[in-house]
Nanobody, 119 residues
Framework: VQLQASGGGLVQTGGSLNLSCAASGIIFSINVMGWYRQAPGKQRELVATITSAGISVYSESVKGRFTISRDNAKNAVYLQMNSLKAEDTAVYYC??????????????WGQGTQVTVSS
């Protein structure tokens, strides 16, 4: 499975960016796709996830500003980021995971895309 992310860049505080990620390969239809981020010197953290049924979860730091969505037919996930803050600066990674019997978890990461918010 490969994930290709795009859409990062440089934006001013208060601006918006939209990230996209497409997964390819053999993918179980019941899965969770999401975005994580890692700022310099910090651990990778959850931004938002969405299940194939459309149930989403957000970190408290992005609630109300970011929106995650997906296109199951394309195995794609999107992250609309509004009202960006300097603390949103990080490398953003897309992720897909699922569990398939006999119980085994599958977990894949994209290459990361840089988001830089200038004040």
């Amino acid at each position: 499975v490969q994930l290709q992310a795009s859409g990062g860049g440089l934006v001013q505080t208060g601006g918006s960016l939209n990230l996209s990620c497409a997964a390819s390969g053999i993918i179980f239809s019941i899965n969770v796709m999401g975005w994580y981020r890692q700022a310099p010197g910090k651990q990778r953290e959850l931004v938002a996830t969405i299940t194939s049924a459309g149930i989403s979860v957000y970190s408290e730091s992005v609630k109300g500003r970011f929106t995650i969505s997906r296109d199951n037919a394309k195995n794609a996930v999107y992250l609309q980021m509004n009202s960006l803050k300097a603390e949103d600066t990080a490398v953003y990674y897309c992720n897909i995971r699922w569990v398939f019997g006999p119980p085994r978890s599958y977990n894949f990461w994209g290459q990361g895309t840089q988001v830089t918010v200038s004040s």
